[in-house]
């Protein structure tokens, strides 16, 4: 009887030193708060830096505003003016176009100098002039990225994507999905390509986003052997041209970690899909 009972006191002995052990190593953890580098780099890590903003190209969520065919611009009825939604008719012609020029700036958007995103310093960034405004043919935008990021902020060789939303981008045809763009790569290498846009729809006005994958070393320099330790040194410039185009609008332009959402549901598609928001059960 007592070596039975001397066999289970062993077993529950080792049984209670392994859970005292576990309970030390999860509390020595907490203490020095390791965690892995994936997680390290998810606690404020960069997912962006982006030259203008995100406000529906100044006219927030579009109230008060009617589109070319008399309707609201904000089509899904949720949020600021984005992706499906319209820019407005202003002189109330049916048309989207010269006759609607308009300005929305603020101070430091009209300077070039307003950058928005996470986790980077701006080093001169320059652009945002160039949003929140109707643009004209012989007045296209150009973006100059120029920022650095600490590498505990940005894991090498991360995937990037070159993101706009744009208004009233008129492209016909085999065209219709493309919206070229001219590029200097942050080692002077001027490359020229075409971004991937949503579609254009039947609706004048229509907002439409667009994106391009870019390599991790067109934008990025090690600045641990550019006299930036610890960094890494990012430059992108970005010029779009329209030359068939009359008008059209920038909301922003980003360099980000995530591409932006690309649709070809068309305006009408998401007028129905917000006049019956809610009508339909599962």
Sequence with gaps: MN??????KDVFSGILRKIIATA?????AITMQIVSPRQAYAAGAFTSIRIGDVDGFGFGDGEGYTSATGGSINLDREGILTL???????NGDGLVNNGDNFDNRF????AGTLTTG?????????GSDY??????SSNQPGFKFNFKVAKDKLAFDTQLYLNVMVGDYDTEGSSEYK??????????TPLTGELETSAKGDKDGRIRSASLPLQFNQVFLDGDTNGEVGYWLGSLEVDFQAPDDPYNAYDFAEISTQEIQITLESNEAARLRAKFKGGFKR
């Design 118 to 126: 996470s986790s980077f310093t701006d080093s001169g960034s320059t």
């Design 179 to 188: 919206l070229p763009v001219t590029l200097k790569t942050v080692d002077g």
């Design 107 to 110: 101070d430091k958007e009209a």
């Design 131 to 136: 949003t929140d405004i109707s643009r004209t």
């Design 84 to 90: 499906r939604d319209l820019l407005p008719d202003l």
């Design 3 to 8: 070596k039975i009972s001397t066999v289970f």
């Design 24 to 28: 030390m190593i999860f509390l020595l």
